[in-house]
């Protein structure tokens, strides 16, 4: 069981390796800001692939020392991504983190059949919290990089998700199915859906875990609400992974337990060859080292 | 602006008007403990409607003081639902009640256009909160009762709730169409809606309300997130009534806030001539105070 995001911190330091991190299109101020910060924690080191004189040029403006950092000089965001791709596959890096371009071209470039570093056909998101209200880490999946998985996807989003549970060291990690309620309603599909991967779960095809659903969030956190309603289960009250049905049920839960929760949280994209870092611009500095140390420890 | 639920019960409280809150199966044992509680509040005088000998042996089971209550004997579910709607009909009940009976029995009654009781077509939840990481008091809907909510349904949702709003005091109330993501994309249905529903706004189809989106909950509630998105507008980090895409995402958002946000709730369905309290058994006993001193504010 982990309790706090900070253990997550404590142990990438401890192991006093330096990260090789390649940035795709580092030309951005935010991006160069928090490299500086992270720098210092003594984590990383970054390989700037970008714009060459757009990075120096920004650095120059705030006086952040890049002089330590390798730069990689491209002429496109499609290069830059690529080059980073191509970096973590040779061997020269060792996570990815996305910079000023969008999301779609670096992921482009990580899913390409010949030249890229996936895993398998399948990454997904999960995003680690530390609440107030909860007496461990959990993990939400998929809030931000799926649209509208299907049952096949989404029977990959857990599988990944667990795998990433057991390599940050909890052992047959308990998975919460959530939707609106706990009865099989074949007016709400996701219900029907959640029991069906219930069922290919007892069919031992998705392994090292407990998955139980379809349940609503309070069940899944709470023994409490699950007494109420007298659901039995191993899951209730005591989840390690919460699977949203879809992105907006999962965004809403994500914004709800930072803006509306007290909760912190770290998040990297899982299935491809490394750990991938999406930090956004919004996210605290806090935050944007928790996901960094929590690549480090999902790279091992 | 109302800061906390505490507001609402003093409000409801001042009055002193004892209200008559029709019960529709009342032969539980957990609604006759909470009657108790909110008949030593003063605020309520229940007309309990079921089985009489039930709620009779029920109360002497445990010594809960029954004999000041009105009771009406029926001898099925639908009856105790129809008569309920009768007594509110005829002006002989001010509040009504949910007991042991199914939602959906109560409100085939609600809705009957002979000898129902709706003020319109369509009824919907609304949950209030008091947040400890937010402003104000704020709703959300509709989190409980519709499903899959199109277009139209909706527009008379927020109709509905701006309405409430205005009555408890909250004039030009602020409307957040929660989706994902601000950027209207056809692949994300939620959003398209959110537009069309932002058009309907502006040429004044929705009333005495301010409503943005599509908008993702951190805007909502932070005025700060809207920044770093450069969204610009006057519900981002102000926001009085969020409305979910659809009940999954709502009832998430839901759990969320009482199960891992510290916040209390009161909730009622609103859109028949009087309110209509649904409280659970997994209620708080402060959570069907509220809701009781919310459906008063209502009725008004």
Do not use: W
Request: net charge neutral; aromatic share 4%.
């Amino acid at each position: 069981m982990i309790f706090s995001l900070r253990e997550i911190l404590d142990r990438a330091k401890k192991k006093k390796l330096k990260q090789k991190l390649a940035v795709a299109a580092a030309e951005d101020i935010y991006i160069l800001r928090a490299l500086a910060r992270l720098h210092q924690s003594g984590l990383v080191e970054p390989i700037l692939i970008g714009n060459k004189n757009l990075i120096n040029e920004l650095a120059k403006q705030e006086n952040i020392p890049i002089s330590k950092y390798s730069i990689i000089d491209t002429k496109s965001t499609q290069e830059s991504a690529s080059k980073a791709v191509e970096l973590i596959r040779d061997g020269h890096a060792d996570l990815l983190m996305k910079g000023m371009l969008s999301t779609k071209t670096l992921l482009v470039e990580v899913l390409n059949k010949d030249t890229g570093i996936a895993a398998q056909n399948l990454l997904n998101h999960m995003a680690l919290f530390e609440s107030p209200y909860y007496h461990k880490v959990f993990a939400v999946t998929d809030a931000a990089m799926n649209v509208a998985p299907d049952k096949i996807e989404k029977v990959a989003i857990i599988q990944n998700t667990v795998n990433a549970f057991i390599k940050i060291g909890v052992k047959l990690p308990k998975v919460a199915l959530l939707t609106a309620v706990e009865k099989v309603n074949p007016k709400m599909l996701d219900t029907v859906e959640a029991a069906a991967i219930v069922e290919q779960h007892y069919e031992s095809r998705i392994a090292d875990c407990i998955i139980e659903g379809p349940m609503a969030l309070d069940l899944a956190v709470s023994k409490v609400a699950a007494e109420h309603k007298h659901f039995i289960g191993n899951v209730p009250g005591d989840a390690d992974i919460l699977v949203v049905p879809e992105i907006t049920s999962g965004n809403i839960l994500y914004k709800s337990l930072t803006c509306l929760g007290g909760a912190k949280t770290a998040g990297v994209v899982i299935g491809a060859k490394v750990p991938i870092i999406l930090t956004s611009r919004a996210d605290s500095d806090e935050s944007k080292l928790y996901s960094i140390a929590l690549a480090i420890e999902l790279s091992q």
